[in-house]
């Protein structure tokens, strides 16, 4: 019912800067929260940022001040700008939604987006 888009994923320098964004599509009423996860191999997935529906943003600490998370909810969208990219920073990165289904009652469902490689190489 409900299907998450991700693009802007690639290849970028130490130093380079990507954005990546992830629209939602489907049966969509609202959207509560919106955030960003990474999976490095070998390593745990990890909440990169989050962003409530009052606007109000929360980052991983390796990441503040390199990372900006946004949303539009007109476009039922969330971009993650990403500055000073580190080698470390290399993963699959996906999108998370917390969505309320139209004609279903009750909490919002979450819903992930399919992944997308970022790359951070000299």
């Known amino acids: 019912q409900v299907q998450l888009v991700e693009s802007g994923g690639g290849l970028v320098q130490p130093g380079g800067s990507l954005r990546l964004s992830c629209a939602a599509s489907?049966?969509?009423?609202?959207?509560?929260?919106m955030s960003w996860y990474r999976q490095a191999p070998g390593k745990e997935r990890e909440l990169v940022a989050s962003?409530?529906?009052?606007?109000?943003?929360n980052y991983e600490s390796s990441v503040k001040g390199r990372f900006t998370i946004s949303g539009d909810n007109a476009k039922n969208t969330v971009y993650l700008q990403m500055n000073s990219l580190l080698p470390e920073d290399t993963a699959v990165y996906s999108c998370?939604?917390?969505?309320?289904?139209?004609?279903?009652?009750?909490?919002?469902?979450?819903?992930w987006g399919q992944g997308t490689q970022v790359t951070v190489s000299s």
């Open positions: 998370k939604m917390a969505v309320r289904v139209r004609g279903r009652i009750g909490v919002p469902d979450d819903y």
């Open positions: 962003i409530g529906s009052d606007g109000s943003t």
């Open positions: 489907g049966s969509i009423f609202s959207i509560s929260a």
